[in-house]
């Protein structure tokens, strides 16, 4: 299984969506949307090469992809199988 780094900012978007989902529906559907992304990140450790290319300009950008957690949760995560050069 591919090891699976997330990093400083995307930590922060989980945690700032879960903190919406705490007070703006409830703490049970606060932690189906982290058990969502979890099962996601299980899944892309298992095929790293799931989910849609994505196309940008920046040539950095050239490797990623994206996938959508499981509804009922409207959310897409962006990652990339290689490393982004600084």
């Known amino acids: 299984m591919t090891q699976i780094f997330i ?3 995307a930590e922060e978007d989980l945690i700032n969506q879960y903190r919406w989902y ?11 949307f982290l058990i969502s992304f979890n ?3 299980e899944r892309l450790a298992r095929s790293p090469e ?3 290319l ?3 300009r ?3 950008l050239a490797h990623i992809r994206s996938v959508a957690l499981s509804r009922p ?5 962006s990652f990339t199988s290689t ?4």
């Open 7 to 9: 990093s400083g900012r």
């Open 22 to 32: 705490l007070d703006n529906a409830s703490e049970g559907i606060a932690e189906r």
């Open 39 to 41: 099962s996601m990140v």
């Open 50 to 52: 799931l989910g849609r």
């Open 54 to 56: 994505r196309r940008f």
């Open 58 to 60: 920046a040539r950095k």
């Open 73 to 77: 949760f409207d959310c897409t995560s």
């Open 83 to 86: 490393p982004i050069p600084d």
